[in-house]
């Protein structure tokens, strides 16, 4: 596979509490809740830690006990924090219910309000937060939880840019958190400070406004906003149960991955989980196509795990398969 990454990565976003009743129950029927910890930022570290990497999660947590799990959960899986905590503060939570068919899986935010909300520029000395980085991601849903977050990471953004390091941002658009307008304005103020734009067709789809395939809306957002490198996860549902997973990083030129194919637990965290190994293959300095290879090899796995995080090592991914090969066609 590939060596260890070369440099610190560093993300900023929320982390929350995830509860989930045991097994298919619903949550009006649960007795007890499976209690786990995720957030897009940090399940993309984590992914990253567990390939090798070194990484550093910056957030805003409550100085209460669900603050300290998470903080806990963060350092078990060997990524470091720098955290401004909130006395008294209010901590994130979401409730997972596990579908079944014909019902669906649901999932229920309790999280206005939460400690991360007050995130705002000068929280963090980003020279210092940024020491010994390569590279800088967040999301939109950090964009997404008020101007004073929005804020904070566009500070960020232009800090990493400052620093001379590679910076990444996952649209991992949330209906639920904004509307599709707010997010675009919020989106295209971004990108003009990101190298490493990660997407769903649909996310390009939005940013542009433009119907098209995949390759073609990410060279456009390479033209229009300055993107050096659009990374494009696409998810196939075979089966009930069984998905596809594919990756097409688009930059100079385009490479894409076989396709993998996973039996899905969870389908939560497998686009962070393509994140951070994408970020683990070109910090350690793979090239296009390994980075493509690892991203989709990862956000299969993940489907496989439950809970936010993908919990595999190097040699969990070296030995899965692709599945029965698929003609990629690319315009």
Known sequence: MIPAP?????????????????????LEQASSLEVEVGGAELNALVAFARLGGRARWVSRLAATALGRRIQAHALAHRVETMIDWEPAGRTGVYFVERGAIPRP????????GSAATGLSPGCFDWSTALDGAAGFHTTGITLALGDGPRAAALEALAAARRQG????FDLNYRMRLWS??????????????????????????????????????????????????????????????????????????????????????????????LAGAFWAA???GADLDQAADLAARAA?????????????????????????TRRTVIR
């Open 300 to 324: 299969a796995l993940k489907h496989t795990v439950p809970g936010d995080v993908l919990v595999a090592g190097p040699e969990d991914l070296e030995a899965l398969g692709p599945g029965p």
């Open 165 to 168: 390091l590679i910076t990444g």
């Open 6 to 26: 070369d440099g610190c990565l560093v993300a900023l976003g929320e982390a929350m509490i995830r509860l989930s009743p045991p097994g298919r129950q619903r």
């Open 282 to 284: 070109r910090l350690a």
């Open 105 to 112: 899986g649901e999932v229920l935010y309790e999280r206005m």
């Open 180 to 273: 599709p307008d707010v997010a675009v304005r919020a989106v295209r103020e971004a990108l003009p400070l990101v190298d490493v734009f990660f997407a769903t067709a649909f996310d390009l789809r939005l940013v542009l406004a433009m119907d098209g395939e995949p390759v073609a809306l990410a060279r456009a957002v390479r033209e229009r906003f300055g993107v050096g490198l659009v990374v494009v996860g696409t998810r196939r549902q075979l089966e009930a149960r069984l998905v596809e997973q594919q990756v097409t990083a688009v930059g100079d030129r385009v490479a894409s991955s076989p396709d993998y194919r996973a039996e899905v637990v969870d389908p939560l965290g497998a686009g962070d989980a």
